[in-house]
C-alpha cells in the first residue's frame, strides 16, 4: 500500500512536488490533452516496473515516452534511414505538441523494460499545458500509459485514476477532464510504408495528406497489427459490466423498457423517444453522448465510468459502425468495438 498524494495543477508548488516525486522514481498520475497517463521516469527500470505491477499490465505491452522538446525526442531514436528522419522532422514540426505518437528504431539509452523488448520505442510530446510545465520542470523522459488498470476504460478525470489506482502509486495531479478523451494515435514512421498502429485522435486522413501512403488498419481490426503494438489486443477500454454489447436501433427500441443500461447520442435518444417516449422511471439508466464526434469522444470513457456506479447487468451502447468511414468517428468505433468485445 502506498500513501497517494492528491495534488492540483494550480496549486503553487504541486507540479514541483509532482517533478520531484519523478525524480526520485516514484509513480505520478498526470493530465494530458487526451487521457491521464501513470508517469515515470523512463530511464530508471525500477520505477518502470512498477508502472507494469501497478496497471496489472503485461510486460509485452509497450510504453509511450513523454518529451517537453523535439531535440529530447531526437535522442531516444536511431535514425538508422534518411526516410525515417524526414519523417520525424515533418510530423514533430507539424503535430507536436499534440496527440500523435511517433514509434521508430530506439537508441541505446532507451531501456528494454520501456520498449517490452522492442527494438523500436514510441514517444510523444503532449499539448496540455499542465503535462509540459511537468516535462520542462523536472526535465526527464517521462514513460505514460493511461492511468487505469488493464483492460479497464482510460481515466479522463482524476476521480477516474483514483478509482484505479489509489494507493497504488505516490501521487495523482488533479486538471479537471481531459480534452480530448481517447488515447494519441500511434503511426510507425520507420518502417518502408509508415503505418497506423493505434487509432486516435488525428485522424488517419490527416497523416495521410501529410505523408502521402500510409498503412490503416479498419477500426476494430487487430491481428495484423497486434504483433507490433500488443495494446491493440482486442479486449480494452470494457466497463466493468457483465454483459456490454453493441446495439443497433432495433436492439434499442427492444430494450428501451428494460433494465439494461443505454448509452446513446442526443439525436438518436430523441428519434427513439418519439417514436417510444422516454424511458420510463423503472427502466435502466440512460447516458445521452453528443451528437459532436470530438465532444462524443471527450465523455466516451467517463459514460462507461457512470454506468458502472449503477450496479448493471446489462450495458447496450448505440452501434455506431454506419459511421465508420467517417474519419472523424473512426477512432470511437474501434473502441467501441474492442469495449463489447
Ligand atoms: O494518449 C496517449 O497515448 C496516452 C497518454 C497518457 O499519452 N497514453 C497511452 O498509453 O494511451 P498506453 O500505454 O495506454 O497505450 C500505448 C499504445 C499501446 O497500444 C502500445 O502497444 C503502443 O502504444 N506502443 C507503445 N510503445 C510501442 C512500441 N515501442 N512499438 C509499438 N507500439 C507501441
Ligand atoms: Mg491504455
Redesign the pocket.
Known amino acids: 500500500m502506498t500513501q497517494t498524494r492528491y495534488l492540483k495543477a494550480d496549486k503553487a508548488g504541486d507540479l514541483e512536488v509532482a517533478a520531484q516525486l519523478l525524480g526520485q522514481g516514484k509513480l505520478v498520475a498526470f493530465p494530458?490533452e487526451?487521457?491521464?497517463?501513470l508517469g515515470a521516469h523512463a530511464f530508471d527500470v525500477t520505477a518502470v516496473e512498477r508502472i507494469f505491477a501497478a496497471k496489472k499490465r503485461p510486460r509485452n505491452?509497450?510504453?509511450?515516452v513523454?518529451v517537453a522538446s523535439v531535440d529530447q525526442a531526437r535522442l531516444l531514436f536511431d535514425f538508422d534511414s534518411s526516410l525515417f528522419e524526414e519523417r520525424f522532422a515533418l510530423l514533430s514540426a507539424q503535430l507536436w505538441p499534440g496527440?500523435i505518437?511517433l514509434?521508430g528504431k530506439k537508441s541505446a539509452l532507451v531501456p528494454d523494460l520501456v520498449?517490452?523488448g522492442?527494438s523500436?520505442?514510441?514517444v510523444?510530446i503532449?499539448s496540455h499545458p499542465v503535462a509540459l510545465e511537468l516535462l520542462k520542470t523536472c526535465s526527464l523522459p517521462i514513460a505514460?500509459?493511461?492511468a487505469n488498470l488493464y483492460t479497464r476504460p482510460?481515466p479522463t478525470t482524476h476521480e477516474h485514476v483514483a478509482l484505479n489506482l489509489d494507493s497504488q502509486i505516490e501521487a495523482i495531479i488533479d486538471a479537471g477532464q481531459t480534452e480530448f478523451g481517447i488515447?494519441?494515435t500511434?503511426i510507425?514512421i520507420d518502417t518502408p510504408r509508415a503505418k497506423i498502429?493505434?487509432h486516435?485522435v488525428v485522424s488517419a486522413h490527416q497523416l495521410q495528406e501529410l505523408l502521402g501512403d500510409v498503412e490503416i488498419p479498419t477500426a476494430g481490426q487487430t491481428e495484423t497489427s497486434m504483433r507490433?503494438?500488443?495494446?491493440?489486443c482486442m479486449k480494452h477500454y470494457s466497463p466493468n459490466i457483465q454483459q456490454v454489447l453493441l446495439a443497433n436501433e432495433e436492439l434499442l427500441a427492444r430494450s428501451w423498457f428494460s433494465s439494461a443500461g443505454i448509452i446513446l447520442r442526443q439525436a438518436s435518444e430523441k428519434n427513439l423517444a418519439l417514436k417510444l417516449g422516454k424511458r420510463p422511471q423503472g427502466a435502466g439508466p440512460t447516458v445521452k453522448l453528443p451528437d459532436h464526434p470530438k465532444e462524443y469522444a471527450r465523455d466516451l470513457f467517463g459514460a462507461f465510468y457512470a454506468m458502472e456506479k449503477e450496479s448493471l447487468e446489462s450495458l447496450l451502447i448505440e452501434d455506431l459502425l454506419v459511421l465508420a468511414d467517417d474519419a472523424e468517428w473512426t477512432s470511437i468505433c474501434d473502441k467501441l468495438a474492442r469495449a463489447t468485445t
Open positions: 494530458t487526451t487521457v491521464y497517463g505491452n509497450p510504453l509511450i513523454h496527440p505518437t514509434v520498449t517490452a522492442s523500436k520505442v514510441a510523444r503532449p505514460a500509459p493511461s482510460s488515447e494519441s500511434v510507425e498502429l493505434r486516435g507490433t503494438s500488443p495494446g491493440l
